[in-house]
């Protein structure tokens, strides 16, 4: 079985930084685009950035210069470095992920990490 496990939220002050990470394990051919999304409490989920298999990137424009999405394809992980944090960036992030598995294509979710941003 193939699954998506986040880690690294947590609570932070105003203007501090957090590591978000995501680890796809199971069997699986490969992973293509990866991302990450928030869903902030009354919100719908939306984008933060996702990333391809050969790293081109792509940022929803509220963290434009903030957050940055990577990836180590040998490690099948996705992290999200976020910076210069802002009480309306609290929210559940969740991982995402498009898997090959044989002759399927899934999209995965992980179970999501609060990030809590307050003073």
């Known amino acids: 079985q193939v699954q998506l496990v986040e880690s690294g939220g947590g609570l932070v002050q105003p203007g501090g930084s957090l590591r978000l990470s995501c680890v796809v394990s199971?069997?699986?051919?490969?992973?293509?685009?990866m991302g990450w999304y928030r869903e902030a409490p009354g919100k719908e989920r939306e984008l933060v950035a996702t990333?391809?298999?050969?790293?081109?990137?792509n940022y929803a424009d509220f963290v434009k210069g903030r957050f940055t999405i990577s990836r180590d394809n040998p490690k099948n992980t996705v992290y999200l470095q976020m910076n210069s944090l802002k009480p309306d960036d609290t929210a559940v992030y969740y991982c995402?992920?498009?898997?090959?598995?044989?002759?399927?294509?899934?999209?995965?979710w992980g179970q999501g990490t609060l990030v809590t941003v307050s003073s």
């Open positions: 995402n992920a498009n898997v090959r598995v044989i002759f399927r294509n899934l999209e995965l």
């Open positions: 199971g069997r699986f051919t490969r992973t293509d685009v």
């Open positions: 990333i391809t298999n050969n790293d081109n990137t």
